[in-house]
């Protein structure tokens, strides 16, 4: 399977734990970006990474998020101290290049938190 | 701010219907894209248009761009139960897509 790959599909989490949800992108693709949708929502872009860099982040909190593509292994979301208003369904994607011109992207099937 | 705009935000119609969503902007983008997502899934890339004043068709469907690269239209031709789902206009703008606000589809047999 070459698609993007995220886990876990779900995860649920008392207020104030932690939440990692992790992504691993399409064989090749070296740009990730994450996504967050609410229900009967569209997608909302949170940060766009590169290896070992942050590109953008300008839809992401400033507090409590951060986001991680190392150098090897997947990329990283974390969201610490979560609260109910993070309940969502977070995805990521992935693309061989900047500048999305004719590519779009390749989603994964995406994360469904649930904070209790 | 929202900058792309759908409608109708939902569309429940009877198999064999013709179908027309719009995504509107203010804004010009370097191209735009249309996605399907499913329940519990990703969206998937239907297509690309990158050049003001572009159509492309996919079988039933027709995707048209507008003149101005600020507005789009997906036209869907007897529409087929297969058809439902949520349908997402998305901007490029610089490195990444703005999506639009969604238009749910329900085709009933």
């Known amino acids: 399977n070459a698609g993007v790959m995220q886990n876990p599909r779900h995860l649920v989490r008392r207020r104030g734990q932690e939440a990692r949800l992790r992504c691993s992108p399409m064989k090749g693709h070296s740009h990730v970006y994450w996504y967050r949708q609410l229900p009967e929502e569209g997608l909302k872009f949170m940060v766009y990474l590169q290896k070992e860099n942050i590109i953008d982040e300008s839809g992401m909190p400033k507090e409590r998020f951060s986001a991680e593509f190392p150098k090897e292994g997947p990329s990283i979301l974390r969201i610490q101290q979560v609260v109910r208003g993070d309940s969502a369904a977070y995805f990521c994607?992935?693309?061989?290049?900047?500048?999305?011109?004719?590519?779009?992207?390749?989603f994964g099937s995406g994360t469904r938190l649930t904070v209790v | 701010t929202q900058l792309l705009e759908q409608s109708p935000q939902f569309l429940s119609i009877q198999e064999g219907e013709n179908l027309t969503v719009y995504c509107n902007s203010s804004s010009v983008f370097s191209s735009l894209q249309w996605y399907r997502q499913e329940p519990g899934e990703g969206p998937v890339l239907l297509v690309t248009?990158?050049?003001?004043?572009e159509v492309k068709k996919l079988k039933r469907l027709t995707f048209q761009f507008g003149d101005a690269r600020k507005d789009s239209s997906l036209h869907i031709t007897a529409a087929q139960p297969g058809d439902t789902g949520l349908y997402l206009c998305a901007g490029a703008r610089t490195d990444k897509l703005i999506f639009g606000t969604g238009t749910r589809l329900q085709v009933f047999p």
């Open positions: 248009v990158v050049t003001g004043g």
């Open positions: 994607a992935s693309s061989p290049q900047t500048g999305l011109g004719d590519y779009g992207y390749t």
